[in-house]
């Protein structure tokens, strides 16, 4: 690490979307030409200084990115070129412009006719709206002002006008030009139309039963520890190629300490592990960390990705989720106590029809329901039906994607245009669905006219920290205040008012029904129940009914679902489509009892060892977090969109592996980083970079950035301030129910969000949608409007510029160097403990010259009148720390 003070003004810009930053630098003798070469930002990192900036190059080491591109799918065009979509692209095409293409413009522009298309315009393949018609081109991708689509949509030019007869939602108009501001993604390929073939798409390699094949034969048979070794080394050596050697003691304890529980080890762990040099000391190590409870922190943090976990709603009008604890909690818990994954998916998607005499496991399996319930809504949807139908399509997402890897959702509109998933198999799950009543809770406000009830809890369940209880006097108060409103509501003529007046009302209502009659605090959980079984116990339906007049015309029984023409809410099919799964896998109608929706069917059947998604999907996931990249490089999508394994006997018997260890998610991680491929070091290899410089065949272990919330955790982790202990329940619970807009100003939401002195681990900081932490929007955290399972990596100067300025890194800073400097040490000394502590690694005598040299030069630029005080020591020190915290030793995991 090289060390400089430069004094003068420093202006900083970024070009090429943020990725390069350019930094020019005037002194006050003369101009530093920085600006002449483009600089990544991870290659210079500014620490402020007062008024000053000292500048802490080369934190970087060449080579650190390779092979960690965004996640994304590789479409192969009807011409045979390949075009790859970013999943953030695939995802928003389908959700919102295929559906739109489909109902409102393949009517006149599709080649699916077989007659004359109006204006030579083709929108229902990607070739042709790249193309155009016969006015030209209808789409620059990345300028939506120049497109002629959107001027087509917006009905700025009459002869354009697309729909002809009716001008589309601005909400639309403004997706469409999103797409286009993103470069247009489209990932259909070919010809539009094509015959729906399930038996032949039954061929393609995931939708076949794994084979547990055999390990392949090495010549280097001294190398390979587990058939892994065995499996990955085959490849190389078919290439050519040799792994790299082995990375050193200090820097794999790290490795596994950050993978397996998010945080870094401590020194005396770090000394302990070089120091026992037994054959079992590495196993020792992964057992004791398995064994943590930080792992199910850490561990539960990748399912709530998939699991679009959060405490609101989202949307335009964003409510909060007080009970949304209930779920995280819940899948920390199964982590820890090393849930078997068939039985996790079961608990999910039917937890409340599983029959158990014991009381914990009955709440515990309520609350596990939470994973259908804790998705984005659209609580200002005025049509029940189509609200009803969007959650119904939102769970079949989640759903297919999180335990079987592939879209089914996207055969709402129309056939699947990828897989051979015809649209009544989407009707089939959607009638399990809406066979399904969602417990959200949420109250009726301006403009928010989808409330829903909550579950309601037995006694073991853990009540709210923090939640008072209500006396007669509060509540009395309560009361007067609703009857005072209703009051005043008599004499008001304007209805906008009277809206205002209404939603008041609902809120404070919502604060009495929060509570039981004695005053105690309801305890409640999101989930979901059958709509035929309805206990009497949970809150009514229409608990918040005297708040106002909107009524619910969706299905309340349970039926099976018809086929909506393009997946529109007013164009039902007449016939109904039994409830079931999906042909492509299942050879045989899911046999659903006529009273029940069919969850508890559908969970046994994705659960079982006889599909052939559910197994390899989650030793994919396992994999891509232990190795950077899935064996399956589109993690969501093992269809015949996505990209195909690059090791695909490797992943088949790991999948039989997991099955017949009886779906151990622990020791199928044991198994994993106890091979010797997880143990190899990063360093580049020449030949490994000619050969193969994605690392596909694993020839080195990729470093990796640390994820945003073991970034922040190891900041509060090295500076001392980690706790941790859980929290009971959140601050959104405390907060209640109401719409996170009016508490963004002096709230405890909004307060906590950011509050530099919250030390507790990542997991358990309020996560409301549209407003994430800071700490972890930053560094890439998964939106949770979408299903993450492979975050993507971006590096931007607002990264660089948080470590650098933010309250809460310059408070850890500050208490790391407070640790230095207790006790009489020498300079030295505390140089070595904090490289120690950051580092997990012995200081070099560059490390003791370079920072010498640092905190000599502050303490010239900063000393008062020439005199050193305890607090310009401190002071010293304390930027010492952040600059660490900067350096990229510390934010990538080797």
Not at 123 to 148: A, H, M, Q, W, Y
Not at 397 to 423: E, M, N, W, Y
Not at 475 to 503: C, H, L, P, W, Y
Not at 663 to 678: A, C, D, F, G, T
Request: with cysteine.
């Amino acid at each position: 690490m090289a060390f400089g003070l430069i004094r003068g003004r420093l202006r900083v810009w970024t070009e090429h979307n943020n990725q390069v930053c350019r930094v020019a630098l005037i002194s006050e003798t003369k101009k530093y030409a920085l600006a002449t070469d483009p600089l990544t930002l991870q290659r210079i990192t500014m620490l402020r200084v007062s008024k000053w900036f000292i500048l802490i190059g080369s934190l970087v080491v060449s080579g650190f990115a390779s092979g960690q591109e965004a996640p994304d799918k590789q479409v192969i065009s009807g011409t045979g070129a390949a075009e790859t979509v970013s999943a953030e692209g695939f995802a928003f095409f389908e959700k919102k412009i295929r559906p739109v293409l489909v109902a409102e413009c393949y009517g006149c522009h599709s080649s699916e006719k077989g007659k004359k298309i109006r204006g030579g315009l083709v929108v229902d393949t990607r070739e042709g709206i790249r193309k155009g018609g016969e006015s030209g081109p209808v789409i620059v991708p990345g300028s939506p002002s120049r497109s002629l689509l959107v001027k087509a949509l917006g009905h700025s030019d009459p002869k354009l006008a697309m729909p002809p007869k009716k001008k589309l939602d601005m909400a639309i108009i403004h997706d469409f030009e999103e797409w286009i501001r993103m470069g247009s993604p489209d990932p259909r390929q070919g010809s539009a139309f094509k015959e729906m073939d399930i038996s032949q798409g039954r061929n393609h390699w995931a939708f076949q039963p794994p084979k547990n094949a055999a390990s392949p034969g090495v010549k280097n048979t001294a190398w390979p520890r587990t058939d892994v070794d065995r499996f990955v080394l085959a490849a190389l050596e078919a290439k050519g190629l040799k792994p790299v050697a082995d990375t050193d003691r200090r820097t794999l304890l790290r490795r596994v300490s950050f993978d397996l529980t998010g945080l870094p080890p401590a020194p005396a762990e770090v000394e302990a592990f070089v120091a026992d040099t037994s054959p079992e000391a590495f196993a020792t190590v992964v057992d004791r960390l398995l064994a943590s409870p930080r792992f199910g922190e850490k561990w539960a943090r990748h399912w709530l990705d998939i699991a679009r976990y959060a405490e609101s709603t989202g949307k335009t009008v964003n409510f909060n989720y007080p009970h949304a604890w209930r779920y995280r909690d819940y899948v920390i818990a199964a982590f820890n106590a090393n849930k078997p994954y068939d039985q996790f998916i079961r608990e999910q998607l039917a937890g409340d029809l599983m029959q158990s005499d014991d009381p914990k496991v009955k709440l515990e399996r309520l609350i596990a329901t939470g994973f259908l319930a804790i998705g984005p809504k659209t609580l200002n949807e005025r049509n029940g039906l189509k609200f009803e139908l969007d959650l119904a399509d939102e769970q079949i997402d989640v759903t297919s994607q999180a335990f079987l890897g592939i879209t089914a959702a996207c055969a709402r509109c129309h056939d699947h245009k990828f897989d051979p998933i015809p649209q009544k198999d989407y009707y089939a799950l959607a009638g399990i669905f809406r066979s399904t009543e969602t417990c959200y809770g949420t109250v009726r406000f301006i403009n928010a006219q989808r409330p829903g009830p909550l579950l309601s809890l037995p006694k073991e369940a853990s009540p709210v920290a923090g939640v008072s209880f209500q006396n007669a006097a509060a509540r009395a108060a309560i009361e007067e205040r609703i009857q005072t409103v209703r009051d005043s509501m008599k004499n008001m003529q304007d209805q906008v008012q009277r809206f205002i007046a209404t939603g008041q009302i609902s809120l404070l209502q919502a604060r009495l029904d929060a509570y039981e009659p004695d005053g105690s605090p309801k305890l409640l959980a999101m989930g979901v129940r059958d709509k035929s079984a309805r206990p009497e116990s949970t809150p009514p339906r229409n608990r918040f009914s005297g708040a106002g007049g909107f009524t619910f015309d969706g299905t309340r029984t349970i039926a099976d679902s018809p086929l909506y023409a393009r997946g529109e809410a007013g164009q039902p099919g007449e016939s109904r489509i039994p409830r079931g799964t999906l042909q492509l896998i299942s050879r045989s109608p899911l046999k659903v009892p006529p009273t029940s929706s069919g969850r508890l069917e559908l969970a046994e059947w994705i659960a079982s060892k006889e599909n052939p998604l559910t197994a390899r999907v989650m030793v994919n996931r396992l994999w891509l977090h232990l190795f950077g990249r899935g064996l399956v490089p589109s993690v969501d999508d093992f269809g015949l969109a996505g990209r195909p394994p690059t090791h695909p006997e490797l992943l088949d018997q790991l999948a039989q592996r997991f099955m017949d260890k009886g779906w151990n998610v622990k020791e199928l991680v044991r198994h994993l980083v106890m091979s010797h491929v997880y143990q190899l070091g990063s360093m580049a290899q020449a030949q490994g970079m000619e050969v193969d410089p994605d690392n596909t065949l694993l020839w080195r272990m990729p470093p990796r950035r640390l994820e945003a919330e073991s970034l922040r955790d190891a900041l509060l982790a090295v500076s001392g301030q980690l706790i941790n202990t859980p929290p009971v329940g959140s601050v959104v619970a405390r907060a209640g129910e109401g719409p996170v807009v009016l508490q963004r100003a002096g709230s405890p939401i909004t307060a906590a969000i950011n509050d530099p002195r919250n030390t507790h681990r990542s997991i358990y900081l309020p996560l409301v949608r549209d407003n994430p932490p800071e700490a972890l929007a930053l560094f890439d955290a998964a939106d949770p409007a979408l299903i993450t399972s492979d975050r993507p990596k971006t590096t931007v100067p607002s990264q660089a510029l948080f470590l650098l300025n933010n309250p809460f890194v310059m408070r850890a800073a500050d208490k790391a160097a407070d640790k230095l400097l207790k006790g009489d040490t020498t300079e030295a000394e505390k140089i070595r403990m904090a490289i120690t502590r950051f580092y997990c690694r012995p200081a070099t005598a560059r490390d003791q010259a370079g920072a010498k040299s640092f905190l000599k030069a502050y303490r010239a630029q900063t000393m008062r009148e020439g005199v050193a005080t305890p607090q310009l020591e401190r002071e010293a020190w304390s930027a010492f720390c952040q600059a660490l915290f900067a350096s990229a030793e510390f934010q990538y995991r080797k």
